[in-house]
């Protein structure tokens, strides 16, 4: 069994990176890995001869409300299961390092980055699609893997790649869910148990949209109304955002005539979480 | 001798790069060559195993009232000196290759566009910065070529690499003159025959503060008098700036106390041109 190699600075990667046998593969996260990140560096280790895996918090998609202090870490864990996934090298890189005190640089996506996460999170993706294009510089990987659980943060990225140019082939999992069906998140942590439990709902609602929808409904206000009125009787939840929306440019669609993208962003207490559903 | 190859699309750049030999140097270009362009390719053709010219004269760094249409074109006589000088692969897309209907992402450098060109052309440096970024994610290329007459586009195009950890190496050539002094420039070809020997001002006008300088004058504002009295005695030469720039930060500088940049640009009728010397 490999050895995972870790490395912190620039010229550690660059150094180990230059002698991986190619194709390479990334896999960025933030760490406190859980299943939905291992299933992305199981399928890198199928399809790649190399698989880099990054863990950064990074502060730039952050706003100064959000959880940035308090998100969690435990590098050590993320390790040995990296280690036991079969990754082969492991970038930690500080925030020093992504960023110099004299960076002034960033990469912006417009239009599909205003709805959605984009309308909730101002200039969140500003931070994702600067420090991926760092990533992705960093490492020039052939290919970077990217759980659907963040289905708008892909789209955001696919669109940045397709009109950037960038040679690197965007590679996305399934959500992985508990068995009661809530989506796998490092912000689960963060739930009591009461929280815990009220989180079905977000599952649930999902489910219950998308299950009309296999029954022939497609009037787009009928399955958000579903949505809507499924996390309302959940007292511990505070509903912020439903949406049925072209999978494409994500605008919200009145009647589903195509690929949609069924999602939603839920309070538990202070915890944020998102979740989403395909309807092909 | 080789022949020059030349490619339009995407596929066939990329089939044509993937057979190229390593290293690969990109000299991009906005067309209608002159020396200064062709002493990139030759210093290219020393230093990698392939060298890829683009031309393309790309909309987005220009304003609305800038000379876009009216900008020189000659591709076959652009063609036969890429040949003579050695070039491997000349690609020319067009702008719906560069720009197709969806396009939306764009790469903002921010402080070091602010001064000088930027606060002279808004916009324009985001044009470059997001056109180079695709010039060179496309044709991945170890080494670009810049020449020093855009002094402060190279600035922006080094800070742009550096922040975004893009894996070239920027080269930069110093500014090719003609016999008399005047900066080679595509835009030379706008002038008519009275307006051509005003342009002299321009170097005249650097070679003075730089001569002053070398002399041991060291307060900026002194040397900006003496361009600008210069340019000034020209009845056809109209200043938009002089400036003494520290040539990392290109911030004005008062007291010249390390490597600077004097920089101007200057109207000759409508056509802009703009020139520079670095005091080290």
């Known amino acids: 069994m490999n050895v995972l190699q870790k490395v912190t600075t620039l010229n550690?990667?660059?150094?180990?990176?230059?002698?991986?046998?190619?194709?390479?593969?990334?896999?960025?996260?933030?760490?406190?890995?859980?299943?939905?990140?291992?299933?992305?560096?199981?399928?890198?280790?199928?399809?790649?001869?190399?698989?880099?895996?990054?863990?950064?918090?990074?502060?730039?998609?952050?706003?100064?409300?959000?959880?940035?202090?308090?998100?969690?870490?435990?590098?050590?864990?993320?390790?040995?299961?990296?280690?036991?996934?079969?990754?082969?090298?492991?970038?930690?890189?500080?925030?020093?390092?992504?960023?110099?005190?004299?960076?002034?640089?960033?990469?912006?996506?417009?239009?599909?980055?205003?709805?959605?996460?984009?309308?909730?999170?101002?200039?969140?993706?500003?931070?994702?699609?600067?420090?991926?294009?760092?990533?992705f510089n960093a490492v020039q990987p052939q290919k970077a893997y990217f759980g659907q659980k963040d289905a708008h943060q892909v789209a955001v990225i696919c669109q940045m790649v397709r009109d950037l140019n960038m040679p690197i082939e965007i590679v996305t999992n399934p959500i992985i869910r508990e068995r009661d069906g809530l989506a796998m998140s490092s912000r689960n942590t963060y739930l009591n148990p009461e929280e815990r439990r009220a989180a079905l709902v977000l599952s649930k609602s999902l489910a219950a949209a998308q299950s009309t929808y296999e029954k022939g409904e497609r009037d787009a206000t009928t399955l958000r109304r579903i949505m809507e009125k499924i996390i309302n009787t959940e007292p511990l939840a505070r509903l912020e955002y439903v949406s049925c929306a072209d999978y494409d440019t994500l605008e919200e669609m009145s009647i589903i005539s195509k690929k949609a993208l069924i999602s939603m962003a839920v309070y538990l207490g202070k915890t944020r979480l998102i979740d989403n559903v395909v309807l092909e």
Not at 28 to 47: D, Q
Not at 51 to 75: G, H, K, M
Not at 97 to 105: A, G, W
Request: proline content about 10%; some cysteine; overall charge negative.
């Open 12 to 135: 550690e990667l660059w150094d180990a990176r230059s002698i991986l046998p190619e194709p390479v593969g990334l896999v960025p996260t933030m760490g406190f890995l859980h299943e939905g990140h291992l299933s992305l560096v199981k399928r890198a280790c199928e399809e790649v001869a190399s698989v880099v895996v990054s863990i950064f918090i990074n502060p730039t998609q952050f706003a100064p409300t959000d959880d940035l202090e308090a998100y969690p870490r435990n590098l050590e864990r993320d390790a040995a299961l990296l280690q036991e996934s079969g990754a082969t090298l492991l970038w930690t890189p500080t925030p020093e390092i992504i960023y110099p005190p004299d960076f002034q640089t960033w990469v912006d996506v417009e239009e599909i980055t205003k709805p959605l996460e984009g309308a909730k999170r101002p200039g969140h993706f500003r931070g994702v699609t600067t420090v991926v294009t760092k990533l």
